[in-house]
């Protein structure tokens, strides 16, 4: 990927960055957890309905993040950050932390962070690497005793700061998507924002992403075979 000194680069990522690191992605492997499909454990219904299940579910997801290592497609995108500096852009669908381990410094987690939490009625995020696995330790308040769940983005609700995100899109020349299978809006329709203004688009991944017609180029990989060519 040869980009100009004045190129801004806009890189989404999803899943399939942080699959080598041994995080599952969400629609490959059947793509359950516990015989529930993520869709089941991930909406505001289910923090209703069962919010032990659901911090069951992210208390997994903080151990399987804590004890996983970047990889080297984290850190190519964290290099080319490095040559960029201002005129990179990093949105993420990941809740994980593997991109600023691996030197990322402006990333956006648009779906929210596994280590943060908010009271539902405060609303301030706060880090948290707590595990919560029983009904009895499941986390309140100390301020109104409300209860406090992850800091993540659910189907259904609105993902975090999308003018920041569109604002990005408008400025860059290039648009770089990593590992994720273009079936999540609005994400999925980045792409498409791109192609209105007639810039380059690039996919990278080992499989053709739904929304691939959309794409100038793919380069089928992983992110990790791929990404360090890109950087160097
Ligand atoms: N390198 C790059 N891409 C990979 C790799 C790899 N090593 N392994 C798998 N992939 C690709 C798959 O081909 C697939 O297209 O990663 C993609 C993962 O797709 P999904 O599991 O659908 O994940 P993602 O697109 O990130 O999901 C979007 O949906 O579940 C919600 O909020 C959650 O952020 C998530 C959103």
Known sequence: MKLNADDRLFVLTGAGISAESGLATFRGSGGLWNGHRVEEVATPEAWQANPELVWRFYSMRRRDAMAAEPNAGHKALAAIEQKLGERFYLCTQNVD?????????????MHGTLFQSRCERCAVPFADKGI??????????EKCGHAVRPHIVWFGEIPLDMDGIYRELERATVVLVVGTSGSVYPAAGFVGIANQRGIRTIYVG???????????????????????????
């Open 206 to 232: 080992p499989e053709e992403p739904l929304n691939a017609d959309a794409f100038d180029e793919i380069v089928l990989g992983t992110a990790a075979e791929m990404l360090p060519r890109f950087a160097s």
């Open 97 to 109: 932390d593997l991109h600023e381990r691996a030197g990322s410094k402006r990333v956006h987690h």
């Open 132 to 141: 919560y696995e029983s009904a009895d330790t499941l986390p309140l308040c």
